[in-house]
């Protein structure tokens, strides 16, 4: 099992600049979710998907952000324009719903915007 | 709102002590996961409690539920170096929500 698969692992950019992560969940999973993590605020839940439909954005913290789950097996988050305040660690994670199993969590992307 | 409150949020301790960490919730729920992540590494799931008075060892480590007081414990025992890591615990209704995590760091 390959596990869940984030790219890039690292990413730099200047702000105003757009900004997409990716992420690939584990086969077979069905519930996928975007999380990031600051030393401010800890992990924070930003997007939930279930079979490919976003079910709760309330996290997304404002238009900034955009998430898609085209298929099963792929997930994109987006930041258009970035900001400073935007740098974290960006991690997806994924689970198989009507499951107890833990969620599997990628090896997420650090993200500075300067 | 699902609240969940660990502490301590720091720990630090020597070698060869006993701690106890503690995870409290604000709605019921008997679906509750310990994590362990590393500086600079992802989260790794450490244990599964899944119904009032569970309990689960691994190691040094062992992780409890009492679903009726909302509160988990993981008990470190003869604490060794390598356990230095944040613990995170998280409550699962609808999704799963964190507690803020204790950064553990065990000295010589």
């Known amino acids: 099992d390959a596990g869940v698969i984030q790219s890039p692992r690292h990413e730099v950019t200047e702000m105003g600049q757009e900004v997409t992560l990716r992420c690939k969940p584990i086969?077979?999973?069905?519930?996928l979710f975007w999380y990031r993590q600051t030393m401010m605020r800890g992990l924070e839940l930003l997007i939930y998907?279930?079979?490919?439909?976003?079910?709760?954005d309330s996290g997304m913290p404002e238009d900034r952000f955009s998430a898609k789950m085209p298929n099963a097996s792929f997930s994109t988050l987006k930041i258009q324009p970035s900001e400073p305040r935007d740098s974290a660690v960006y991690f997806c994670?994924?689970?198989?719903?009507?499951?107890?199993?833990?969620?599997?969590f990628g090896d997420g992307t650090r993200l500075s915007i300067l | 709102e699902l609240k969940v409150e660990q502490n301590p949020l720091f720990l630090s301790m020597q070698e060869g002590k006993n701690y106890t960490i503690y995870c409290n919730y604000s709605?019921?729920?008997?679906?509750l996961y310990w994590y362990r992540q590393d500086p600079g590494k992802s989260l790794e799931s450490l244990f599964v409690?899944?119904?009032?008075?569970a309990v689960k060892q691994e190691g040094r480590l062992m992780a409890s539920l009492d679903t009726k007081a909302r509160l988990s414990t993981l008990h470190i025992t003869a604490a060794v170096h390598d356990l230095s890591a944040t613990y995170f615990c998280?409550?699962?209704?609808?999704?799963?929500?964190f507690g803020g995590g204790t950064r553990l760091m065990v000295k010589p």
């Open positions: 409690l899944l119904s009032n008075g």
């Open positions: 994670a994924s689970h198989r719903d009507r499951s107890n199993q833990p969620q599997h």
């Open positions: 709605t019921t729920s008997d679906r």
């Open positions: 086969s077979g999973h069905n519930s």
């Open positions: 998280a409550v699962r209704l609808l999704m799963l929500t």
């Open positions: 998907f279930n079979n490919n439909v976003p079910i709760d």
